[in-house]
């Protein structure tokens, strides 16, 4: 029996990894009926895996059983693979008794699609409802929405889940068609939306009535493969920011595509999953929603593609010189934050620290930007005069000639496939 | 000038009081334990004043705001001689400057105790992160720790919210003081020496039947959620520095 259950877990844990989101933020549920667990707001990640991702949720699958034969997913209906499937009790077992221990922030459950979507949601429906109602569990969940469950159910699972996350899984409808035929963006839209309603509603009404119970307090987010279809980033940033645009999503996740079969419409088994790629489009997002940036600024006609050498802020900056020198002393909080190397946190304590005297540069350093590349791009009290106007290109030779990128030593200098 | 306290949160905030007293000018704020007798500069020995202490928190209260309580207590836990000496002259300086001057992070000690305060929470998250309970046979949950700065005050809330429905014990094993959570309240516990060897490492016969079991099938999760081709050791060790993997059941 417990035999059994091991066996499972490393089978529906090893299916579920792929969907990275691992985040267990965004929730205050308090342990108001003295059972176990306590939303943290800020999350907690318990571990780190060997290739440095976080493990904050216990991410698994109730089966990897699917109707569907999506080319890009490992538990598709043609691929030859272990099969199994947890019982609902076994899911609360493993949640509670993890979470008990401390290794876990909470669960995040997805299922392959048995039968059809209704059954399957009904399933994972009875999951959260059994942990919440019955085992009076109060740490974070996020659930899957499962595209074409009713609206009901999916309304039912929102009350007791903290996230609910639904996937794009291709940046373009033309992608998705290409490897997923029987699905569409559609399908991920309306529940979407539908849940966004929602979250308002429920919101709204919370501010007259304090009991009205949280609906998905920590919101929604999505998840795109990227490097399996010919896309540019620029198509994947666009779709991005209008998903964050139209259901106010938390986060959208960019999974690099790790060669998993020999369809001839996807990249060679063997192939390096893009990182730096992953990495990069990451920045970009992290500029869009912390930095004040548009998405058109960073890609546009006429740069579609980020640079793979060196940051997507510095890259913006190269190509608009005419922004700086930006002073540190005087310009506004917006301009500090778009300067290469001034992060959140150094541009707020310069913004507080120069209201007492004007900074020089050894104070900048101790704040801790990043000096050597910020130099370039600032004046402050005791900048040297600098007779030459460097030209971009000179710039960021300068920059790449003193940093060490983390990538050098596996950069295998990504070709392009399409 | 020196001033020379015993370490104590209490001791620091009468070093400031009796400073103000004396108005002694220019003076270095020290540990009996960090102590050195000097040839040519006056000592000056901090008696502890519980009054004086609270007049002087009363004080800072009035001048921060929680965020800054908060970050100066940090601060303390640290337990560093340099941490203490950084809050000695902040304290001093916040009161003879105008309000606000905490924000001014172009000064040294604002900056070096906000620094401090960062690495005191950065250790007190990791502790909610890698602390592992382990079920004993009679139904505690224990778990045996020795953090690099004295945390233990800042995580007690966290896990009694948390935990309030089962009996847990968090030791720190190199202050030698713990928690333990009766279902209640959380009460301060000290282990006598003899019984200490114990809690380093309890013995596989004092822990539950499904102990084994749950640790098995969490090393089995770790190992399973691991994507191969995109190993980056580098970055594991950097979130999972090594010193703690002895606490941690997957890197058993």
């Known amino acids: 029996m417990l035999e059994r259950v091991r066996e499972k877990l490393k089978i529906l844990a090893d299916a579920a990894k792929y969907d990275v989101s691992c985040s267990s933020s965004g929730s205050k549920r308090k342990n108001d009926n003295n059972g176990l667990g306590n939303g943290h707001m800020g999350g907690i990640c318990h571990t780190y895996t060997e290739d440095g991702r976080c493990v904050s949720l216990l991410k698994i699958l109730l089966t990897n059983?699917?109707?569907?034969?999506?080319?890009?997913?490992?538990?598709?209906?043609?691929?030859?693979?272990?099969r199994a499937a947890f019982t609902v009790d076994e899911v609360v077992q493993l949640t509670m008794n993890f979470y008990r221990r401390n290794y876990i922030e909470g669960l995040f459950l997805s299922s392959g699609i048995f039968k059809n979507a209704d059954f399957t949601m009904e399933r994972l429906l009875r999951v959260v409802k059994k942990l919440r109602l019955e085992e009076r569990y109060n740490g974070y969940i996020h659930l899957k929405t499962i595209p074409g469950a009713s609206e009901e159910l999916i309304r039912e699972a929102g009350l007791y889940a903290d996230r609910m996350s639904i996937n794009l899984e291709m940046p373009t409808e033309s992608g998705l068609k290409l490897l997923a035929p029987e699905k569409s963006h559609q399908d991920v839209i309306k529940p979407l939306g539908d849940i966004q309603n929602q979250i308002v509603q429920f919101k709204e009404e919370r501010k007259l009535i304090k009991s009205v119970p949280q609906f998905v307090p920590a919101g929604q987010s999505t998840q795109m493969v990227i490097g399996a279809t010919p896309e540019t980033d620029k198509d994947i940033m666009h779709t991005a920011a209008a998903f964050y645009k139209n259901f106010s999503l938390r986060r959208v996740y960019y999974s690099g595509y790790i060669p998993i079969s020999n369809d001839k419409r996807l990249p060679l088994l063997g192939t390096q999953p893009p990182l730096i790629r992953e990495n990069r489009l990451y920045q970009t997002d992290w500029l869009m929603r912390f930095y004040g940036f548009h998405v058109n600024e960073l890609l546009n006609d006429a740069n579609p593609h980020l640079d793979m050498d060196i940051d997507p802020k510095l890259s913006w900056a190269l190509r608009n010189l005419q922004f700086f020198p930006v002073d540190i002393n005087v310009a506004s909080y917006q301009n500090i934050l778009r300067i290469p190397g001034i992060g959140v946190s150094s541009a707020k304590k310069i913004v507080q620290a120069r209201k007492f005297g004007k900074l020089r540069i050894d104070q900048l350093q101790k704040i801790g930007i990043s000096y050597n590349r910020a130099k370039h791009f600032i004046k402050c009290a005791d900048s040297p005069y600098q007779l030459k106007d460097y030209q971009s290109t000179q710039i960021k030779a300068f920059i790449l000639a003193e940093s060490q990128s983390k990538y050098l030593k596996n950069d295998s200098s990504q070709l392009i496939l399409f | 000038m020196i001033y020379v306290f015993d370490g104590s949160l209490e001791g620091l905030l009468c070093a400031v009081y009796e400073w103000f007293e004396r108005k002694p000018g220019k003076t270095r704020l020290v540990t009996t334990a960090q102590y050195q007798p000097e040839a040519f500069t006056e000592v000056f020995e901090v008696l502890n004043d519980t009054k004086k202490a609270d007049r002087v928190w009363k004080g800072l209260q009035k001048k921060l705001d929680k965020g800054w309580m908060r970050r100066y207590y940090c601060c303390y836990l640290s337990e560093q001689p340099q941490a203490y000496a950084h809050l000695f002259e902040l304290s001093c300086s916040l009161f003879k400057e105008a309000a606000g001057a905490e924000n001014n992070y172009g000064d040294p000690h604002v900056l070096a105790v906000s620094q401090w305060a960062k690495k005191v929470e950065r250790e007190k998250h990791r502790m909610e992160a890698f602390i592992r309970f382990q079920q004993t046979a009679d139904g505690y949950f224990y778990c045996g720790i020795d953090p690099d700065f004295n945390v233990l005050p800042l995580i007690m809330g966290h896990f009694k919210a948390r935990y309030a429905d089962q009996q847990w014990i968090i030791y720190d094993l190199k202050r030698n003081y713990g928690l333990h959570y009766n279902l209640d309240e959380v009460r301060e516990i000290q282990v006598p020496a003899e019984d200490r060897h114990r809690f380093k490492k309890p013995a596989a016969s004092?822990?539950?039947?499904?102990?084994?079991?749950?640790?098995?099938?969490?090393?089995?999760?770790?190992?399973?959620?691991?994507?191969?081709?995109?190993?980056?050791?580098?970055?594991?060790?950097?979130?999972?520095p090594k010193r703690y993997w002895k606490y941690l059941t997957e890197k058993q």
């Open chain 1, 65 to 82: 059983h699917c109707i569907f034969d999506c080319a890009y997913c490992v538990s598709r209906k043609s691929n030859d693979i272990e």
């Open chain 2, 206 to 240: 004092s822990l539950s039947e499904e102990e084994a079991h749950y640790g098995n099938l969490w090393k089995d999760y770790f190992k399973s959620t691991n994507i191969a081709v995109r190993k980056n050791t580098k970055l594991h060790v950097q979130h999972v």
